[in-house]
């Protein structure tokens, strides 16, 4: 999960990590208030879970409250890369001496949480890894002890030379292993950390992101989420327990397992049709949650055939096929469906859809050959 | 011989009461496997009665390890408690332990995994479909009947996907040594190349199917030892053509970042290192076919 620069600066603030004053806006009254609150000249920042928001015009640069109110007004509703702008952060406008990058990352490789540090802030921490890799300092932390206090200080040596810039760097970096730590993240940075012209040293641009697995032990940060910026149907599938991510296509897919569902979607591409949509059901064996995805999909007004492909392992083809054939009673179909059922129960499966007046095959590419060509997409 | 589990594993269901964990237990017993105990805290002396057996519960690994010498566990425990599970059973000696879970915290996992590495033990998965070998023992929710005896190994990161590239061999009278699920959650126990070394070593298996998804560097990897270390042929086939970048594609690891992790990243890695790469699922077993 995503949450907003705004609040990654709450979370590392409340483990102590040094950063300007700032408020979050949803109006340009709002933004004039907090810019007076702030006092001095400010920045004005869009607050959407894309990066690019300099290069866009989503940061501003503001003298006084009242040119606050104006850029404020200029950034909310701004669509940043399909993003509406609905927030902004306005902060204190801070004198830059120079800039570094600090973060923290799960990696695969190690698998471990890694601190990656640079010299070169305020820069793309993965052109900095691609172009210039000596830049970058590492440490996979033992998740036994942390990151421990000459660790975080070897990290901070490597950015500043000012023995008091690197204690003061060495601080930040433990309290952003906590922060990291403590909100359950897969990924915890800080870009730039500046030092001013008086030697301080201080965050301005936070991001996290959480890892989806903890939401259910962390309550507080899952009540971080802004459904706001993501489509209502993503909402919606994630109410109902459904993985399903919206896609520009016509051919709506309903598949048992993640690997099977983007298999299903590349081979909808081969044979020349466009998916419309990612979708997981999972491996349960509940009717109502095909009811759910159904209702998902046909709400999708691009939608003009709904392929179904089950290979049934837990998840059982009886069980799919009656959540089909109630699914067709509850909801307006408007398009056709093409169904594929094989595995666990899977005669007794074709029997309930034919017993209501539906069939089904048991090749993948059968029915995916159908459904490019009754969305009229290949050929 | 297979890889990891064979005739000789006596396997110990952690979680063996609960809803998913008696359900695959009941199916692993009728497989064949040797399924000797179960463990439920709170549970300790009943006993699980399914497919003609009649296995014995305990409330802690360390007595059901005891009293059965089991050798293997798969843990089928909710994801709050899933991680102290792990570590649980290589605390009680489990040399191979497979974790079928779906949605155990990460940074859990990097302490589990410490954990397990440091007694010694092999973890496979989390969030996994375990790992089957045709006609000697099943651990885990792999279906049985898709898959055949035979001369080729398979590992995979996903489960359904597996199920499909394993119907179409069976099909194609192409039976496996074994099928393995490493998992689709960013840190897992078992890697690819684990897996990849584990074939070459096994005399049965003659040829290896690998199945790839967007998300990581772990089949890149594998590519490069394929070329440089294995005799066997490897083919495979990667997932995720179509997927957007930046967004989770159900498994948890399924995530293209920036620009690393594609498909198209880890199609060019396999070509170029001489692995094989079927477009359609069903075009392994042709693949497969032309190598044996």
Known sequence: ?????????????????????????????????????????????????????????????????????????????????????????????????????????????????????????????????????????????????????????????????????????????????????????????????????????????????????????????????DTSSEPPSETRARDASLTYIKLDGDIGAVVNGAGLAMATMDLIKYYGGEPANFLDIGGSSNPQKVVDALGIITSDANVKVILFNIFGGITRCDDVANGIVEATRQIDMRVPLVIRLTGTNEEEGVAILEAAGLSAATSMDDVVQRAVAMAGGSD | ??????????????????????????????????????????????????????????????????????????????????????????????????????????????????????????LLGPNCPGALSPGKCKVGIMPGHITAEGAVGLVSRSGTLTYEVVWHLTRAGIGQTTCVGIGGDPIIGTSFIDCLEAFEADPDTRAVVMIGEIGGTDEQRAAEFVSGTMSKPVVGFIAGQTAPPGRRMGHAGAIISGSAGTAAEKIASFEQHGVGVARRPAEVADLVREVL
Request: a negative charge.
């Open chain 1, 1 to 225: 999960m995503n949450i907003h620069e705004y609040q990654a600066r709450d979370l590392l603030r409340a483990h102590g990590v040094p950063a300007p004053p700032g408020e979050v806006a949803t109006t340009p009254d709002e933004a004039e208030a907090a810019a007076r609150a702030v006092g001095g000249p400010v920045v004005v920042k869009a607050q959407v879970h894309t990066g690019g928001r300099g290069k866009a015009g989503g940061v501003k640069l503001a003298a006084t409250p009242e040119e606050a109110r104006a850029k404020a007004a200029a950034i909310l509703g701004m669509d940043i890369k399909g993003f509406t702008v609905e927030k902004v952060l306005v902060a204190e406008a801070a004198d830059i001496a120079s800039e570094a990058y600090v973060g923290v990352i799960m990696d695969r490789d190690s698998r471990r949480a890694v601190f990656m540090v640079s010299r070169e802030g305020g820069v793309d921490i993965e052109e900095v890894a691609a172009t210039n890799p000596d830049a970058i300092r590492k440490l996979a932390v033992d998740p036994r002890y942390g990151l421990l206090p000459h660790q975080a200080y070897w990290l901070a040596a490597s950015l500043y030379d000012d023995p008091a810039q690197q204690r003061a760097c060495a601080k930040i970096l433990r309290q952003l292993w906590a922060a990291f730590r403590d909100a359950g993240a897969s990924l915890a940075e800080i870009n730039p950390l500046i030092t001013t012209p008086d030697g301080e040293v201080q965050a301005i641009d936070a991001k996290v992101t959480i890892d989806d697995n903890e939401l259910f032990r962390r309550p507080k940060i899952e009540a971080l989420r």
């Open chain 2, 1 to 122: 011989m297979a890889i990891f589990i064979d005739r000789d594993t006596r396997l110990v269901v952690q979680g063996i009461t609960g809803r998913d964990g008696s359900f695959h237990a009941a199916q692993m017993i009728e497989y064949g496997t040797r399924v000797v105990a179960g463990v439920t805290p709170g549970k300790g002396g009943q006993s699980f009665d399914a497919a003609g057996a009649s296995v014995p519960v305990f409330d802690t690994m360390d007595r059901a390890v005891e009293a059965t010498g089991a050798n293997t566990s798969v843990i089928y425990v909710p994801p709050a408690f899933a991680a102290d599970a792990i570590m649980e059973a290589a605390d009680a000696g489990i040399a191979f332990i497979v974790a079928i879970t779906e949605g155990i915290p990460v940074q859990d996992m990097t302490r589990a995994y410490a954990y397990v590495r440091d007694r010694g033990s092999r």
